[in-house]
């Protein structure tokens, strides 16, 4: 069976020489020779840092001397393993741009590695190496010559440029990245950079969001919880959930800030083709108390104009929209207010009237009504069309029109015949 670390083994790019001590490694954890393993994983470590350090371009905070000095020692075999430490472990000097704490980490890793090539003392178990290995899986991300974050914003500057990597590539792997090689504090200037990397000129980028919207699915809640503060601070999350409207709950907003939204930041949004979206997922997570959800019904059906916004085909969207204080508030506005008699409003709210007469019981006002708009000289073709289609796709619903008719006394048009 196969332990974590070779699944983890198998994403990454190493080198042979790496994979070697890695195996060599997992050989001695499946046969309890634990000082050995652990030996072998950070003999596998310092190379891969070594390795890191060849491929690496000189920092500009380093003269070319103490550069050459490094690189002359790292081809040497009896001082290579020394100077990688002493320059992960220099915090004065650093060609690293990593945290005191990682350098203590590695300090203490250093001594345990002592504990199993002198064989000291010091028991050395299962879980010593468990725990190494996960110190590599969360840490070495971090460890770069130029810094995790900014080599992660590298990275993400590659994944979008299409001479390096090829339209649609998958995002998660570099997302995963984002909770081991930025730190939580810093999650927010991470963010920034990476937008002006992507976007100087607008927050609005759709590659932006994409990778916002894995990292809620992806990362740990530290994190998440910086990426909101950001992007209410930055005042976009009406764009953000327009795209991603199943990531509202992430915002966790108090019953004034969603009232607000639902009242007035989303209606004000240049957003209109997501509206109905945003109305659903505050709908079908609650979010909108039962006290206020006929209020929000009929903020959203005053808001709709026809010929600038899409009505929604999704049936999920729909299936949350059809609620009894909807179809009340359309029978009201359009029945009882008479509004059918108006057919440039009656135009501007058809997809709605539509709804209304596909999916909520009919009454005989609703019937009454529309057969009445009929006999008028300037009525609304859109809306008769509409609920023709609708008659001749729904044989269940022509009947329930025609028994409403019959029961009222009501003659049928001969265009829903």
Known sequence: MKIQIE?????????????????????????????????????????IIKETIIRANKPATITQTRWDSILTELQNDDKWE???????????????????????????????????????????????????????????????????????????????????????????????????????????????????????????????????????????????EKVVEFILENNFEIEFISNFPDKVNYFNFSATQTRELWKKKILLSNNNRYIFDLYAALIRNNLIPQAELSEAYSALFDYYEQTRDSFPSNTEILLTLKNDKLGDIIFKKAIEEDKLNN???????????????????LKKESVETLFAML???????????????????????????????????????????
């Open 7 to 47: 699944y983890w083994k198998e994403e990454k790019k190493l080198s042979k020489k790496v994979n070697n001590l890695l195996n060599e490694s997992i050989i001695c954890y499946k046969h309890d020779a634990y000082r050995a393993s652990l030996l072998f994983s950070y003999l596998a470590f310092v190379t």
């Open 82 to 224: 020394k100077r990688v430490f002493d320059e992960l472990t220099n915090s004065s000097s650093p060609i690293f741009n990593i945290k005191e704490d990682l350098r203590l980490q590695i300090k203490f890793w250093k001594d345990r590695r002592n504990d199993c090539a002198h064989f000291k003392d010091n028991e050395v178990e299962y879980q010593h190496v468990e725990s190494f290995w996960s110190f590599l899986r969360s840490n070495l991300i971090k460890i770069n010559v130029e810094g995790g974050r900014q080599n992660l914003l590298v990275k993400f500057q590659d994944h979008f440029d299409t001479t390096k990597t090829p339209p649609n590539s998958d995002l998660s792997p570099l997302v995963s990245e984002i909770e081991n090689a930025v730190e939580s504090n810093e999650v927010k200037d991470f963010l920034t950079d990476l937008r002006n990397i992507l976007d100087p000129y607008g927050w609005n980028n759709p590659n932006y969001y994409k990778i916002i919207n894995k990292s809620f699915e992806l990362c740990h809640e530290l994190i998440t």
């Open 343 to 361: 057919f440039m409003w009656v135009n501007s709210k058809t997809d709605f009237i539509a709804f209304y007469f596909e999916h909520f019981t």
């Open 375 to 417: 006999e008028k000289q300037n009525y609304s073709w859109w809306l008769r069309d509409s609920v023709l289609r609708i008659l001749n796709s729904n044989s269940t619903k022509k009947s329930e029109l025609h028994n409403v008719a019959t029961q009222s006394g009501l003659t049928v048009p001969n265009v829903f015949e």
